[in-house]
């Protein structure tokens, strides 16, 4: 006697189908992230490689008129960071209603966003990577200007720790995007500024408590024994935690037009 008939008597067809088909549309839920290739793909790629030339651009400029050999860091890969940020946003809002029309949990909803910002931001990890190795190869592309080979990040843990840390940042980046879009959808836009201005309050509130106390010593020596890879677990974790709240934020959020 086959299995599929005692199976299909202890677990009716309903129930079966709806608990095969929880985690079995994760991947169209990822796919539906891509629907625009330009939106995830494309535009990122250019802000990545126009920052980067505007960058070196600068930085042969002032190599020109100044003539010493001085080293330039920019901070133009953080152009990408913020981009994917936008974009992350805007995608929440705009997907969403399509995932919900699709039939769509609003768990395989987050579970296909989560792994789509994960593969687009260890694209721009291997991109950074790729940045430093060929910024050290070429002294700077000859201007001694570093938007990627930046000391704070390499130092401790190299181009590959670097890449790592640039990949979990940019992750936390594009889910911080996220969770603002769906907590949009979520509370009145009133209530969505209160909470704002409340977490920016909050952070002060840590700040003047370190300064009060003096212990900012103790929290330079803390980061002081980090090194790229463990900034890059502590930063995951965050990100782990702000996906769980994403999901919590989207289980009453509403799909509009």
């Given amino acids: 006697m086959s299995s599929a008939p005692v199976r299909s008597a202890a677990v009716p067809a309903g129930q079966e189908e709806a608990a095969r088909s929880s985690f079995s549309r994760v991947p169209a839920a990822f796919k539906l992230q891509f629907t625009v290739p330009s939106q995830m793909i494309w535009v990122p790629l250019s802000v990545f490689f126009l920052a980067w030339a505007v960058a070196i651009g600068i930085g042969l400029w002032i190599r020109h008129i100044t003539g010493d050999g001085a080293v330039i860091h920019t901070g133009a890969s953080?152009?990408?960071?913020?981009?994917?940020?936008?974009?992350?946003?805007?995608?929440?809002?705009?997907?969403?209603?399509?995932?919900?029309?699709?039939?769509?949990?609003?768990?395989?909803?987050?579970?296909?966003?989560?792994?789509?910002?994960?593969?687009?931001?260890?694209?721009?990890?291997?991109?950074?990577?790729?940045?430093?190795?060929?910024?050290?190869?070429?002294?700077?592309?000859?201007?001694?200007?570093?938007?990627?080979?930046?000391?704070?990040v390499t130092q401790n843990a190299g181009v590959l720790g670097a890449g790592l840390l640039a990949s979990a940042v940019c992750l936390f980046a594009m889910m911080f995007g996220f969770f603002w879009s769906i907590l949009y959808r979520r509370v009145s836009l009133m209530l969505l500024w209160v909470i704002a201005l409340g977490l920016i309050a909050a952070l002060a509130v840590i700040l003047m408590i370190l300064t009060q106390n003096g212990w900012w010593p103790q929290v330079g020596d803390w980061l002081s024994v980090q090194s790229s890879y463990t900034f890059a677990g502590w930063v995951l974790l965050l990100t782990l935690g702000l996906t769980a709240v994403n999901y919590v934020v989207i289980r009453r959020a509403v799909p509009s037009p």
Avoid: K, N
């Avoid at 792994?115 to 190869?137: K, P």
């Fill in 78 to 152: 953080q152009a990408t960071i913020w981009c994917l940020a936008f974009i992350a946003a805007y995608s929440a809002s705009h997907t969403f209603p399509f995932s919900m029309a699709l039939s769509y949990s609003r768990r395989v909803f987050v579970l296909g966003a989560f792994l789509a910002f994960a593969t687009v931001s260890a694209g721009f990890g291997v991109l950074f990577t790729i940045g430093i190795l060929l910024e050290r190869v070429t002294g700077g592309f000859w201007a001694e200007s570093y938007t990627f080979d930046i000391p704070a």
